[in-house]
């Protein structure tokens, strides 16, 4: 049977103890607030996109459970140093991989560390609460200026 | 009265399964509560024997689901000793009561410059339908604020109740904190300001025994399925004086007396609100489980309830890191915490690995999580069918959900 470490594995207690990129960047061009009213997570987003249209740099800040934390933390360890113009691949590789059925292994190679969220799988009322910053880097990237959702 | 506990527990049929290989400890009954047997067959009786659509044929089924629809609305006249069966209207719940009145009578009377006085510990359902109402007439709502404990500040009620305050809403028993709220003084203070009063009693009518004319409460509302009985049916317990006043909520079929093009004749309480066909086994499954409630009994279930209250407040204190939200002297059913280092959320998913079913989140009730500074809390609250091993259940698994995120 499927484990609770299997959700909550040491990367993701890790990331959710001590975030990577927490706080708001010195210098940023895009920005985005994502909220989930279900849980009441709230994330804002701070990008830094240069003339080459590189993400430069990427943070956030907000309250959340372990999995949106971790979840966001990962995802700007990811995005870092990624072309704006992949970002929608990106996006699209990690719904599948959380939204996918639970035979279907993630792929490592491609999603690197992130493959440790796949277990939220098996969690549905808690696949929003990793997909969140997504979301909410998306509307920041397309400068929606709406506060993102997950839906 | 005994109080036998597994002879209650085998009323309850889905108690007695596995989650995750655990045995379940339902501890999120104030969400919703289970059902007993008695209630599940009285609504599948109904379709199996009875089914017909009521006050209109003139056959035997409509006559028996007649019977059946009206008897439910006695007894519930009786369970809350109202005037008469026509106090009795029923609704979908408490959410669609409190918007009957808000709609209906609040827009006949309440104007501009008229204050609604609410409390800080209301759901959304008794806070949205008089925000909305407020905007349209341009009338004002006002809170009354609540102490660390999650008890009322009864000093500010009464300097904010004035004679501008035409409704004052409160809770009787909060589902986030489980105050139990002082109504029969908040409706004597409030009637001698001249303003009625509405009493949501969504949480407290499986746990207290509620006399609406000793109370002399203008409104109560409460939904059958937080009283062991079916989702889809409650109540709006008004005073005939008042609801005969009232302009009808929705039109249609039952509750009209006579339609033409020009003029349609309302029909009598409580008819002229229930329009359309109702929720006919839901009634009956409503009066089945008050049936139920009476067999065990008020001074039993409370009794029970409180004992096992404050087993689990025993061990929350003794719990490292825990913080009880709503500690206040009069209570009931609930504890809703927070867990140092173990977001809410995230305790919700390790308990339920544990079969123990709670809830985390705002419970519908955010101005609470603010005052109190938390985003969520986990919230456990008991019926009369949990016992102390489901309690030992929840606290076990809590410390796994620490030990997971030492
Ligand atoms: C105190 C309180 N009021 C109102 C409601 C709304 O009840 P319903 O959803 O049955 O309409 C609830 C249920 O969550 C409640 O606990």
Not at chain 2, 325 to 354: M, N, W, Y
């Amino acid at each position: 049977m499927f484990e609770l470490r299997d959700l909550y594995q040491q990367v993701i207690v890790d990331h959710n103890k001590s975030p990577r990129n927490f706080g708001k960047l010195a210098r940023f061009n895009h920005e985005a607030d994502g909220y989930n009213p279900l849980c009441g997570d709230k994330l804002h987003v701070y990008l830094n996109v240069n003339d080459a249209g590189i993400i430069e740099a990427v943070s956030f800040e907000g309250e959340g459970c372990a999995i949106s934390v971790a979840s966001a933390s990962l995802m700007t360890e990811a995005l870092k140093g990624t072309p704006v113009s992949e970002f929608k691949q990106k996006f699209e590789g990690f719904q599948h991989m959380v939204t996918s059925d639970l035979d279907e292994l993630p792929d490592e190679a491609v999603m690197g560390k992130l493959a440790v969220l796949s277990g939220v799988r098996e969690f549905p009322s808690r696949i929003k609460c990793a997909s969140l910053c997504w979301h909410t880097v998306k509307s920041a990237v397309e400068d929606s200026h709406k506060v993102a959702k997950t839906e | 009265m005994m109080f036998d506990i597994e002879k209650i527990r085998g009323d309850f049929p889905i108690l007695d399964q596995k989650i995750y290989g655990k045995p379940l400890a339902y501890l999120d009954n104030a969400a919703t509560t289970q059902k007993p047997q008695s209630v599940i067959d009285a609504i599948s009786h109904y379709y199996q024997a009875d089914n017909a659509n009521v006050h209109r044929g003139v056959h035997a089924l409509s006559e028996r689901a007649t019977a059946a629809y009206e008897g439910a609305r006695k007894q519930i006249a009786r369970f809350f000793n109202t005037r008469s069966e026509r106090e009795v209207i029923f609704t979908r719940g408490t959410t669609e009561s409190i918007n009957l009145i808000a709609s209906s009578w609040g827009h006949a009377n309440i104007k501009a410059g008229d204050e609604i006085l609410i409390t800080h510990m209301e759901h959304h359902s008794n806070i949205v339908p008089w925000q909305l109402l407020c905007e349209r007439v341009g009338a004002t709502l006002k809170v009354v604020p609540m102490n660390e404990h999650g008890e009322l500040i009864m000093e500010s009620f009464d300097a904010l109740l004035c004679e501008r305050t035409r409704l004052v809403g409160a809770v009787h028993m909060s589902n986030a904190l489980g105050t139990i709220n002082p109504i029969a003084s908040i409706i004597a203070k409030a009637h001698a300001a001249g303003a009625k009063v509405l009493i949501d009693g969504a949480q407290a009518a499986a746990h207290l025994a509620v006399d609406v004319q000793a109370l002399d409460v203008d409104f109560y509302v409460t939904s059958a399925h937080k009283m062991y009985g079916p989702t889809g049916i409650g109540i709006l317990i008004g005073k005939e004086s008042i609801l005969d006043g009232m302009p009808p909520y929705q039109g249609g079929g039952d509750m009209i007396r006579m339609v033409t093009f020009e003029k349609s004749e309302y029909n009598d309480l409580p008819y002229k609100f229930e329009a359309g066909t109702p929720h006919i086994a839901g009634a009956i499954g409503f009066g089945k489980a008050i049936e139920y409630i009476q067999g065990v009994g008020f001074e039993a279930i409370e009794a029970r309830e409180k004992e096992l209250l404050a087993y689990a407040n025993a061990k929350a204190e003794a719990f490292d890191g825990l913080r009880r939200i709503g500690t206040a002297a009069h209570k009931a059913c609930v504890l809703s915490f927070v867990l140092q280092g173990v977001h809410p959320h995230d305790l919700g998913t390790i308990v339920d690995r544990e079969g123990v079913a709670i809830r985390a989140g705002h419970h519908c009730a955010m101005p609470v999580m603010q005052f109190f500074r938390v985003p969520a809390t986990a919230r456990a609250s008991f019926s009369m069918y949990n016992t102390e091993d489901e309690v030992d259940a929840l606290f076990a698994a809590l410390k796994k959900a620490q030990e997971i995120f030492a």
